[in-house]
């Protein structure tokens, strides 16, 4: 029985190779979460980064959204502008055109009310000259070559 307790002790020191083994798992530790912290931190800068980039890429396609509407708008407009225009270019047309008949018909009709009757032919030649010059300041130099024209054909002399 003498041997169990009754022995030499150390009072509580722990040996010397456990506190090395200690000491370098802590620096071992120290070492790892230091690493791993400026990983961290590298990749929160990155994230950063991206979070602005992404940011940034949202307000551009914003504003190319706001613009594409814009032009898009300016397009309805202008297409809107171009049919009124047409349709005012039409009307126009159409009203010239009118316009350009009626004076056909005038001018016709004024050439019958000019056409001398077949008895003109006793007048002397002043007359016709004179006859001539009024009708062409009346209605217009081809109007005026109409109207002799005709009057050839009825067989009036010029």
């Not at 690493?35 to 551009?60: C, D, G, I, P, W």
């Not at 010239?96 to 030649?125: A, I």
């Amino acid at each position: 029985m003498g041997g169990l307790g009754n022995g030499k002790r150390r009072g509580g020191r722990s040996p010397p190779l456990m506190i090395g083994a200690l000491i370098a798992c802590i620096l071992v530790l120290g070492f790892n979460y230091w690493v791993s912290s400026s990983h961290n931190l590298e990749l929160q800068t990155k994230l950063y980064e991206l979070e602005s980039q992404v940011r940034r890429a949202a307000a551009e396609r914003g504003a190319a959204e706001l613009k594409k509407n814009e032009f898009q708008e300016e397009i309805q407009r202008q297409s809107e502008q171009m049919n009124r225009m047409e349709s005012f270019y039409n009307k126009q047309k159409e009203g010239s055109r009118d316009m350009c008949l009626q004076e056909k018909v005038c001018t016709n009709t004024q050439l019958k009310m000019l056409v001398l009757p077949q008895c003109c032919c006793s007048y002397s030649k002043n007359f016709r000259m004179i006859l001539r010059v009024a009708v062409f300041l009346l209605v217009g130099h081809t109007a005026a070559e109409h109207f002799f024209q005709y009057q050839n054909h009825t067989g009036t002399k010029r």
